[in-house]
């Protein structure tokens, strides 16, 4: 049954008009976990079947469902979570959508307002309980108010900068009778092009030839500007480096002037930038640190320009020579004619320094290669030929979506990819995002193979997501880096010399052993068939033909500490 606006002004329950919104809004799939306050809804499904409701088996895996699909697709992902315990599970994914700005239209059933005076079982302020996590969250009074705040909430969600937003939805305005008029989706043209490009072009073009570096941020995915960065690139010779902790990378891995990602302190960052006297920064927040180190990322002589949607970004932690607000696509397209101008005496040293940006990336994947050549044949596999291994068998093709956090900064080392889209990684932090996000970027992609890495850890957080990958039978591998432990945690504390632990070697609450967690099992529990590799010249093959089944699946890879 398709819903038209024709029978929109009968009269119908509140669930009924929110899913006619939400059909006329795009939307393809609801991801959530039902509760009793969410019964008018899932009876509305039935009446309303072009939206599919996609189970997750807990709140923070529906989260993660959602945000996948939003940065796959392109389109708000929506979520209807279950009361106020449903909105905590979901807590630590909806900070990390709220981190990577992932456009999500997230709603919760509330308890039936008529007895909320009582204290009813399930009954909290989750306006209040969303707040910090959300640009904006609101109550729901009346059914009739459904049309205008659904609108409201999928413009603001991707909206600059774009976000999470949250709506409550009592019981009892979902059982509402309404003749409301849904209305009509809104066009909005968000490609804003930025001021004073002609002194951008002139200011860029006046730096040393080799002595610019484009800082590459996760903005340039959301608005679709890899083919004008790559340009602008290549105008002025400019290596670019991607985010510090990314949620993608938003520029061909293949390409010439391609320099990975920036390390996670100030001091390793600074080290790299004091070889250039500017950065152009595309998007904001591309330099975030993890630990502390003495003195700021941006040494002292490095100018800073940046180009962002997000007017709360620019200038915010350095200050800045020119910081123009503006869509990076539409404002390169404008900049590149200026910035040919302005580089036309340079053209030919400019060509030459990306001939020899080629050659030293070609210098340094030979001694990657190396380093693996020197490692394979070791008793346990190491995590940089696992990561190798990996990512030779994925190919340039087939989407990542990575949290494990073991093998991340080796394994882009080695991507090797002509398009910009193929990498995706949980920017806000928090575990447990990575195996469901992978489901809602396969539903984003059409249902197309996706491999999810996952790091031993991170996969007891959402195992669960595995149910609904089997449920919807999506070809998706989970790869999971298996070293029976938080390396990470480990490693930053060997770094600090002061901790007795880094002394002595001894870690507490660092190791997932006595008992060992079988995978296998617990994949094979949710429906998944699955495999242990101990070999590295095993890894390729699994992955291979796992892609191949076009079905769910996981491998088990057995990887030393370091």
């Not at 669930?15 to 991801?31: K, N, P, R, W």
């Not at 007017?311 to 869509?327: M, P, W």
Request: glycine fraction near 8%; include cysteine; aromatic fraction near 6%.
């Amino acid at each position: 049954m398709t819903v038209t606006r024709a029978n929109s002004l009968h009269n119908r329950r509140g669930a009924d008009v929110l899913l006619e919104t939400l059909h006329s809004e795009g939307v393809e799939y609801i991801f959530g976990n039902p509760g009793t306050t969410e019964l008018p809804l899932m009876d509305a499904l039935l009446r309303n079947p072009s939206l599919k409701y996609i189970l997750a088996l807990q709140e923070a895996s529906a989260v993660a469902m959602a945000d996948g699909y939003a940065q796959a697709s392109g389109k708000p992902g929506f979520l209807n979570l279950h009361t106020a315990g449903g909105l905590g599970h979901g807590m630590g994914n909806l900070l990390n959508a709220k981190v990577s700005q992932t456009p999500l239209v997230v709603t919760a059933g509330q308890q039936d307002t008529r007895h909320s005076i009582s204290d009813p079982l399930l009954y909290d302020d989750l306006v209040s309980i969303a707040e910090p996590a959300v640009k904006w969250a609101q109550d729901v009074s009346n059914a009739s108010q459904l049309p205008v705040l659904l609108r409201r909430a999928f413009h603001d969600a991707n909206a600059a900068p774009s976000g999470p937003v949250f709506l409550s939805l009592p019981m009892d305005i979902m059982d509402q009778l309404s003749e409301v008029d849904i209305g009509e989706r809104s066009e909005i043209d968000r490609k804003a092009i930025g001021g004073s490009l002609p002194r951008l072009a002139q200011a860029l073009a006046q730096c040393s030839p080799g002595k610019l570096a484009i800082i590459a941020g996760d903005e340039i995915h959301h608005s679709q500007a890899a083919k004008e960065t790559i340009a602008v690139a290549e105008l002025l010779g400019a290596h670019i480096y991607g985010s510090s902790w990314p949620s993608r990378i938003p520029y061909p891995t293949s390409h010439a002037l391609w320099r990975g990602n920036m390390p996670t302190t100030a001091a390793s960052i600074a080290e790299i930038l004091k070889n250039y006297e500017a950065i152009f920064a595309l998007g904001g927040k591309s330099l975030i640190t993890i630990l502390y180190s003495e003195g700021p990322a941006v040494p002292e002589g490095c100018t800073v320009y940046q180009l962002s949607a997000d007017v709360n970004d620019l200038g915010r932690s350095y200050a800045t020579k020119l910081s123009i607000v503006g869509d990076i696509s539409a404002s390169l397209k404008a900049l590149i004619p200026a910035l040919k101008e302005a580089t036309a005496a340079n053209r030919s040293r400019y060509a030459a320094l990306i001939s020899r940006a080629a050659d030293e990336r070609k210098y340094a994947r030979e001694q990657l290669e190396a380093s693996v050549a020197e490692k394979f044949s070791l008793p346990v596999i190491a995590p940089i030929v696992a990561a190798h291994e990996v990512v030779r068998a994925i190919g340039p093709d087939v989407a990542i979506v990575d949290e494990a956090l073991c093998v991340s900064s080796l394994m882009r080392k080695f991507l090797n990819s002509h398009h910009s889209g193929q990498y995706a990684f949980m920017r806000g932090g928090a575990l447990g995002w990575g195996m469901p996000a992978a489901i809602g970027y396969s539903l984003g992609l059409a249902k197309q193979p996706v491999v999810c890495l996952v790091g031993d850890g991170a996969a007891l957080y959402s195992p669960q997501a595995m149910w609904t990958a089997a449920h919807e039978n999506l070809p998706i591998t989970y790869v999971v880096m298996n070293n029976q432990e938080y390396n990470i945690l480990k490693n930053f504390m060997r770094n600090q010399a002061h901790y007795s632990s880094s002394q002595s070697n001894t870690f507490i609450a660092m190791d997932i052993v006595n008992p060992s967690i079988d995978y296998l099992a617990l994949a094979q529990s949710m429906g998944l068939s699955g495999r242990q590799i101990r070999r590295a010249e095993d890894i390729a093959p699994a992955i291979e033909a796992a892609i191949a089944s076009e079905k769910p699946n996981l491998i088990e890879i057995i990887v030393s500490a370091g």
